[in-house]
């Protein structure tokens, strides 16, 4: 199936609301949508994850938005994120099955690599783009390494530990980091909708802030 998202509409920043439930999926993803994102990530071992992306995509629907699963890490898992007519899957790991089905069925695929190896394995089965993770095993000399032997114009995204600061993302992104994925320091279920949108704003602010910079250079 031939995509029908083009990325260079969305922020390229994925938001990752692990442990967010069905009750409150609706309200945190309008708050996230309301500061500028459009990439939400449910991963499945959230409570009641499948009910909740369905919820998202009932809600919003995926002509805008790319709403879907993290920690998808096997085809049965693949199969029932699909079958809730979601658009975007993300992997810890690097299934190349999971990865060919999710892209046949037309989601954007961000697959988790950390070697070489893996990283043209992904592309090869369709990946979308890239996941660093967890970005501080690969590091800022590890991600300039790879980035150099990766076909122009892979999107690479790392996450884990990334912050609302340029002093956190403005070195990756001078590397050549397409954009983020964003967890615990966006998204905790013990936050409260105050405390996410404000996240949410810094996030979004600090993120422009690390491209203005990277334009002015």
């Known amino acids: 199936m031939k995509p029908t998202f083009d990325l260079t509409k ?3 920043l994925i938001a990752i609301i692990r442990g967010v439930t069905p009750q409150d999926v609706i309200e945190v993803t309008q708050i996230l949508i309301d500061e500028g994102f459009t990439m939400i990530e449910v991963p499945l071992n959230s409570p009641g994850a499948i009910e909740s992306i369905s919820k998202l995509v009932q809600q919003f629907g995926t002509k805008n938005y790319l709403l879907g699963a993290g920690t998808v890490t096997n085809m049965d898992l693949a199969k029932q994120v699909v079958g809730t007519g979601a658009n975007l899957v993300v992997t810890p790991n690097c299934n190349t099955d999971v990865i060919r089905f999710s892209a ?31 970005v501080s095993m690969v590091g800022l000399d590890g991600f300039k390494a790879l980035n150099s032997v990766l076909p122009k114009g892979t999107r690479c995204y790392p996450v884990g530990g990334i912050d609302a600061s340029v002093a956190s993302m ?16 966006l998204y905790k279920p013990t936050m409260s909708m105050a405390e996410i949108r404000t996240q949410a704003k810094a996030f979004v602010a600090q993120y422009k802030l690390c491209l203005n910079n990277i334009s002015h250079a």
């Open 10 to 12: 969305h922020l390229p």
């Open 104 to 134: 046949d069925a037309g989601c954007a695929v961000f697959t988790s690599i950390v070697t070489p190896t893996e990283a043209f394995a992904a592309l090869d089965a369709g990946a979308t783009g890239l996941k660093l993770f967890p």
């Open 170 to 185: 403005n070195p990756y992104v001078k590397i050549g980091a397409a954009g983020f994925g964003l967890g615990s320091a």
